[in-house]
């Protein structure tokens, strides 16, 4: 059974510092990876997604990487800002179904 | 952009009441996704729709539960007798196609049911 573990739980930095956010799953028999931003009592926006067979995806300062054999993804966000204090949820879709699996997600706050 | 549109964005319901979620996904889209998040839980899936049928459902999307696209634009889900352990934001999603063939996904933002 595919579970999705997200580390940090919850993650504080200051305005302009470059972070990365870890996401973790344990079948690497998947179609593909995507992360999206939660924002506190509104619905998933997606952010970005990686297919299996690509290693990294990049949409403005975020890149997501993708490592399928070692089961690991990361989410890189250059230059954070205030804005971008959100809950960030990676999610998989694998084994012939189109259901997405969700990891528990990291709380980021970004500090002006 | 085109959205989805979830109503009511809150519901508090008696337990052992029906309730009805509704949604109108983006237009052109043929894919439909319920999900639900507990409090401080994982997004869980419920159920995938297609072509006028259920595609695909979870374990948690039992007896109690059903969904429907009565006309052109909606789709909803029902719960038969609400139970406490029903309380949670449910989600309504679609897609164009299929997602795990690269397609995105696009969610609502939420109805929040409270069951007492």
């Known amino acids: 059974k595919q579970e999705v573990t997200q580390i940090p739980a919850a993650l504080s930095v200051p305005e302009g510092e470059n972070l990365v956010l870890n996401c973790s799953f344990t079948?690497?028999?998947?179609?593909?990876l995507q992360w999206f931003r939660q924002d506190p009592g509104k619905g998933l926006t997606s952010l970005l997604l990686?297919?299996?067979?690509?290693r990294e995806q990049t949409s403005g300062r975020l890149n997501a990487s993708l490592d399928k054999s070692s089961g690991r993804s990361t989410l890189y966000i250059a230059a954070s800002q205030p804005g971008d204090s959100a809950t960030y949820l990676c999610?998989?879709?694998?084994?012939?179904?189109?259901?997405?699996?969700f990891g528990t997600g990291t709380l980021l706050a970004v500090q002006p | 952009e085109p959205e989805v549109t979830q109503t009511p964005s809150h519901q508090v319901t008696q337990m052992g009441q029906e309730v009805i979620l509704r949604c109108v996904p983006i237009?052109?889209?043929?894919?439909f996704y319920w999900y639900r998040q507990i409090l401080g839980q994982k997004v869980e899936f419920l159920v995938s729709?297609?072509?006028?049928?259920?595609?695909?459902k979870s374990e948690i999307f039992d007896d109690q539960f059903s969904v429907e696209r009565p006309d052109g634009s909606n789709f909803t889900l029902k719960i038969r007798s609400t139970k406490l352990e029903d309380s949670a934001m449910y989600f309504c999603?679609?897609?164009?196609?299929?997602?795990?063939?690269?397609?995105?996904?696009?969610f609502g933002e939420g109805s929040w049911l409270t069951v007492v």
């Open positions: 999603a679609s897609s164009i196609q299929l997602v795990l063939s690269g397609n995105t996904i696009y």
């Open positions: 237009s052109n889209h043929l894919y």
């Open positions: 079948d690497s028999a998947i179609y593909n």
């Open positions: 729709f297609y072509n006028n049928e259920i595609s695909e």
């Open positions: 990686i297919q299996s067979s690509q």
């Open positions: 999610a998989v879709i694998g084994g012939a179904t189109n259901k997405l699996i």
